[in-house]
């Protein structure tokens, strides 16, 4: 029991390299607990969201290149975010155009995005329950009464 908790709580810091220069130079920098599911994340959401690092991702896959993530620290959930500022920081100066938008786990288009489409699914979501009680209303049959009448 002990061992899953702590498997928990272990962040790894990486940052995102291009095929384009050698996987030499960090892209963005950020934080995880499952680095093979991260990338794949990064690969598929640069088709939909619009951040610098997205817009990054989308360029250097359309211009043929592999983006790789590359573990830079492992790290314990209580201190990820310090981590992940810290490494933003020092990587900024290999690299001014790091893709990063903040100093650290912000975050905030994505979040803003996420919340937006739940608000829309719960719309939707009211909206297909109105249609399904429609739906179930007029095509089951109304439950026969006690008295073998059906009104």
């Keep these: 029991m002990k061992e899953t908790r702590a498997v928990s709580k272990v962040v790894f810091i990486y940052a995102l390299v291009s095929e384009r220069d050698g996987c030499t130079l960090p892209w963005y920098i950020g934080q995880t607990v499952d680095c093979e599911h991260r990338l794949q994340d990064h690969l598929r959401e640069c088709e939909i969201f619009k951040t610098r690092q997205a817009e990054w991702t989308r360029k250097e ?20 975010h310090e981590r992940e500022e810290y490494w ?32 829309q699914q719960r719309e939707r979501l009211q909206q297909d329950a109105a249609w399904l009680a429609q739906i179930l209303k007029t095509f089951l049959p109304k439950p026969a009464r006690m008295d073998g009448r059906t009104k």
């Design 61 to 80: 896959k359309a211009d043929g290149f592999q983006v790789a993530l590359r573990i830079i620290e492992e790290t314990v959930k209580d201190n990820a």
């Design 88 to 119: 933003i920081a020092k990587l900024r100066q290999v690299n001014p155009e790091l893709k990063n938008s903040t100093a650290g786990n912000a975050h905030n288009g994505r979040q803003k995005y996420l919340l937006k489409v739940q608000a």
